[in-house]
């Protein structure tokens, strides 16, 4: 069984997805918090920062603005793990 689940990160201009994210750190409204597979269903505010994902092979990091996290993950259900981080603004942060 599959520890990752998908990850958009939406702007009003680009989309960034991802289909193996294994942990996400957002900077949320009450400092930073982490997703996982299977984490409970929330909507958390999100403040300017940086969101970094590790994904199955790799990591990376975008800075971003205030926006939402809307975080559907419900094992009872045959539905993928979803996560959408709705922000106005994001930029991959080049290693």
Do not use: Q, W
Request: some cysteine.
């Amino acid at each position: 069984m599959s520890k990752s689940f998908k990850l958009d990160i939406v702007t009003p201009v680009k989309t960034f997805s991802f289909d193996d994210v294994t942990y996400a750190k957002c900077p949320g409204d009450k400092g930073y918090f982490g997703i996982m597979k299977n984490h409970t269903n929330s909507i958390i505010n999100l403040t300017e920062g940086v969101i970094s994902l590790k994904l199955e092979k790799k990591e990376v990091r975008f800075s971003c603005s205030y926006g939402i996290a809307d975080i559907n993950s419900d094992p009872s259900d045959d539905l993928e793990d979803k996560v959408l981080l709705l922000v106005e603004n994001a930029e991959e942060i080049e290693k």
